[in-house]
């Protein structure tokens, strides 16, 4: 019993839970939510991007590129031509799904730096589409959204989305942590130490990179989906490449194969800039530094150095 | 052929002398140390920016153009010795991550020692276009062209003939049989630093005269040059050059015959499709890999 509560997918999921219940007891204002939920957006979007990136060893470099495609097919189905928030939100999603699919197989070909350049140039390529059809999307001035309605309830306000926002996370953890339990999840963990390894011990390497790119791109896309709703408005910055690389660093900052370690990742990176604000003109090189800083000294990221401290202080 | 196409023609060699002096910068790296260094685009718009600001402070082009020049090889130097040499064995990705923090670091520090206007820097030598072939060329285009192709010959010999040169090729081929002859690898890959930001210095202060230089031009730049560098195959030099001119042109003809707005896209799409049939480039390394 003790045991089960001691392990991330019972003790460690009731914990996270219990953090998000208590947590707008220390929300004193609407612009702490509205951070809570670009944390719990960024979240989600990262305990996906963990499991290519941590758990199957494959760098992306243009997971804003999904994001974006999310937020901008919602932000057009719903908005230009009227559908119902929830079913663009859907035909978004499963469309980013496919897209990901029909791109995953080549591109996973790739391995280390040649997949790097090849996700980075599939984020720049959707990039450039955004800012140059501004027939649909409005180009670099962005594009408005209507709030997320359903069956006449429109969802509005910081408090509301903070509860979906943290329930859908909450969900987002709860597939990660049973995914990489799964047989699916070990064939993912051994193809990291070696693919042809794995491959000899009968694992379809490839289609196992497809199916878990598939699953980091939807995550990606839905996320993206909730936060252009949320705030009403898009822009392509949240497609650029500088967004695809803070997805990155919230998952290796966090601690790469630890899903709350992308939690942690996303809570800290998202919330530092506006801690830096302070700086004025010196924000950028303060965040290049800590970005630099963390990387030389954490190289495993936050979460798993922590743990690895906790259990040589225990014994 | 056509006036119009010996036009693009030009236009594309030059901009993809460019890209090809940054490829060269990205692929000295990677041989020393298997970094894709992402701040190399910082270098060009370091180079670019230095110069301006120094010939606006009544330098000549003559004392301005090395002082940028060791100005960005010195912050490469800085930039392995503080940055990438502590973080040694880390992997891939941890090491791309700390190469963009710097790249934004430096771009930060761009913004504040000098602001975030566009500037024009003055030509080497006059404005007036040269006619060739019905197609007109800018002296500056001459200049871009007549550097790389020094720089690329002065590599060849750096790195055919002399002790030094031979000692970095050696370690990209094998870092630790390299160590057991005596070559000082740590050395070879603090100068590599350097010496890859100097080449991307040249190559800013070379363009600044064309397209204008400002904060942020090292971003495109630095993206182009390591697609420039991959559609070669990482860490050949022969490689690098060869992308860097294909690129460049392939792009100013498409931005030319198909659509200007997609311009930037273009060398993107050209790597995709590239990888997509040649995983390891044009004249990258194919082999096995050990289990």
Redesign the interface.
């Known amino acids: 019993m003790l045991a089960r509560l001691a392990s991330p997918r019972t003790g460690g999921l009731l914990a996270f839970a219990a953090a998000i219940a208590l947590l707008p007891l220390v929300l004193s204002n609407k612009y702490f939510y509205d951070i809570a939920i670009l944390v719990g957006l960024n979240a989600i979007v990262c305990v996906g991007l963990n499991l290519l990136?941590g758990y199957a060893g494959q760098?992306s470099?243009g997971h804003a590129g999904f994001f974006g495609l999310g937020a901008y097919g919602s932000a057009i189905l719903a908005s230009r031509f009227g559908w119902p928030p929830l079913a663009a939100m859907l035909a978004t999603t499963a469309a980013v799904a496919a897209l990901a699919f029909l791109v995953g197989r080549?591109?996973l070909?790739?391995?280390?730096?040649?997949l790097?350049?090849?996700t980075?140039?599939?984020g720049?390529?959707i990039f450039?589409?955004i800012t140059?059809e501004d027939k649909y999307t409005g180009g670099p001035d962005g594009i408005a959204v209507v709030p997320f309605s359903l069956g006449g309830y429109v969802l509005q306000g910081e408090r509301i989305w903070y509860w979906v926002v943290g329930a859908l996370l909450l969900l987002a953890v709860w597939l990660a942590l049973n995914l990489i339990e799964s047989p699916a999840g070990r064939a993912l963990r051994a193809l990291h130490s070696?693919?042809?390894?794995a491959e000899v011990v009968g694992i379809n390497a490839a289609e196992q990179k497809v199916m878990v790119f598939v699953i980091s791109a939807v995550f990606a896309a839905f996320a993206g989906s909730l936060a252009a709703h949320y705030s009403g408005f898009i822009t392509p910055s949240k497609v650029a490449?500088l967004h695809s690389?803070e997805l990155?660093?919230m998952v290796?900052f966090g601690g790469?194969a630890s899903i709350f370690g992308a939690v942690v990742g996303a809570a800290v990176l998202t919330t530092l800039p506006q801690l830096l604000a302070v700086f004025e003109?010196?924000?950028?090189?303060?965040?290049?530094?800590?970005?630099?800083g963390t990387?030389?000294f954490l190289?495993r990221g936050v979460v798993p150095s922590l743990a690895r401290w906790l259990a040589r202080w225990r014994t | 052929m056509s006036a119009q196409f010996m036009q693009y023609l030009l236009t594309g060699l030059t901009v993809g002398a460019i890209y090809a002096l940054v490829a060269l910068g990205f692929s000295i790296i990677?041989n020393a140390s298997h970094v894709?260094n992402f701040a190399q685009g910082e270098f060009v718009m370091i180079g670019g920016m230095a110069t301006v600001s120094l010939t606006a402070a009544g330098l000549p082009y003559l004392l301005a153009i090395p002082l940028a020049i060791a100005a960005a090889a010195l912050i490469g130097l800085a930039l392995e010795k503080f940055?990438v040499e502590?973080?040694r064995g880390?992997?891939?990705?941890?090491l791309?991550?700390?190469t963009?923090?710097?790249?934004?670091?430096?771009?930060?520090?761009a913004?504040?020692v000098w602001d975030k206007r566009f500037h024009a820097a003055k030509p080497f030598t006059g404005d007036t276009p040269i006619a060739i072939a019905g197609a007109t060329i800018l002296p500056q285009s001459l200049w871009v062209l007549g550097v790389t192709l020094a720089i690329v010959l002065a590599l060849s010999w750096f790195f055919g003939r002399t002790l030094l040169g031979k000692a970095m090729l050696a370690t990209s081929h094998n870092r630790l049989a390299a160590q057991l002859v005596g070559i000082n690898v740590r050395l070879v890959l603090f100068l590599s630093f350097g010496l890859s930001a100097a080449l991307g210095a040249v190559a800013g202060i070379l363009i600044a005269p064309i397209t204008t230089t400002s904060y942020d031009v090292g971003?495109m730049l630095g993206?182009k040059g390591?697609?420039a560098a991959?559609l070669g195959g990482?860490g050949s030099g022969v490689g690098a050059v060869v992308g860097g001119l294909v690129l460049g042109i392939v792009e100013t003809m498409s931005a030319g015959y198909l659509s200007s707005?997609?311009k930037?896209?273009i060398a993107?799409?050209i790597?995709?499709v590239v990888?997509?049939f040649l995983?390891?480039?044009l004249f990258g390394r194919r082999g096995g890999?050990r289990?």
């Open positions: 990136i760098i470099l080549p591109i070909r790739l391995k280390g730096n040649y790097a350049m090849a980075l140039g599939l720049i390529i450039m589409v140059t070696s693919e042809v390894g490449f690389i990155v660093t290796v790469m003109d010196y924000e950028m090189m303060v965040f290049g530094a800590v970005m630099m990387m030389i190289p | 990677f894709i940055a502590p973080a880390a992997s891939v990705v941890t791309i991550i700390i963009i923090g710097a790249s934004i670091f430096l771009r930060g520090l913004m504040v971003v993206l390591f697609a991959i990482l707005a997609y930037d896209a993107f799409v790597i995709l990888l997509f995983p390891s480039g890999e289990v």
